[in-house]
């Protein structure tokens, strides 16, 4: 619904100024919520087809490095994804809450931007598809700067500093390496 002022352009109905909409908060769970399906929806062909050729390939990579890839391919990766869920819709709904001012929020949206640039780099150095490499140009990325250009809009992003950068990456790899942890323990306690 937009409103018409004479000799001005449309505006669209939105929240009152200084006040973020809710797809800049909680469209942090919808984008990784987008972007993760994409991995569920090809990691185990990933890891069943590519796999042995990047490890032909790259003989120096230590043994520890392909089995906790190759752990990626069955029950583990989908228990990690929804702990990870969790973590990511914590921070979107403390976001939310705190219309978008929150550390947690903040440090989260940098963290799953920063990590589609991994993605990028994975893909390219190995030269071709790895799971999550088609979302982030298309989503994670892009929800990225549109969410930080509106929490700037609204006069509460915090400034970007190498610092904060640092930050944002070790919270995304505490989550995935945490959420792999996490999901081990609990396919061990259920025997699977």
Do not use: K
């Amino acid at each position: 619904m937009t409103e018409r002022t004479a000799g001005t352009r449309p505006a669209t109905l939105a929240p009152a100024a200084g006040h973020l909409a809710p797809a800049v908060t909680l469209g942090l769970l919808a984008a990784w919520a987008v972007h993760d399906a994409e991995e569920l929806a090809t990691m185990n062909r990933f890891v069943r087809t590519r796999v042995p050729a990047l490890r032909a390939r790259h003989p120096r990579v230590p043994e520890r490095a392909w089995r906790a890839v190759e752990s990626m391919g069955g029950r583990e990766f989908p228990v990690a994804v929804a702990a990870v869920a969790v973590f990511i819709g914590a921070a979107a709904a403390e976001g939310h809450r705190t219309n978008g001012r929150s550390a947690f929020y903040q440090t989260a949206l940098d963290g799953f931007g920063l990590h589609g640039l991994v993605h990028l780099a994975q893909a390219a150095a190995t030269r071709g598809y790895t799971p999550g490499a088609v979302t982030t140009p298309l989503v994670v990325l892009p929800f990225t700067v549109w969410a930080r250009g509106r929490l700037r809009r609204a006069g509460v992003l915090r400034p970007a500093s190498p610092r904060r950068a640092a930050a944002g990456l070790a919270v995304a790899g505490a989550a995935a390496f945490g959420s792999h942890a996490l999901a081990r323990r609990v396919l061990r306690a259920s025997g699977r």
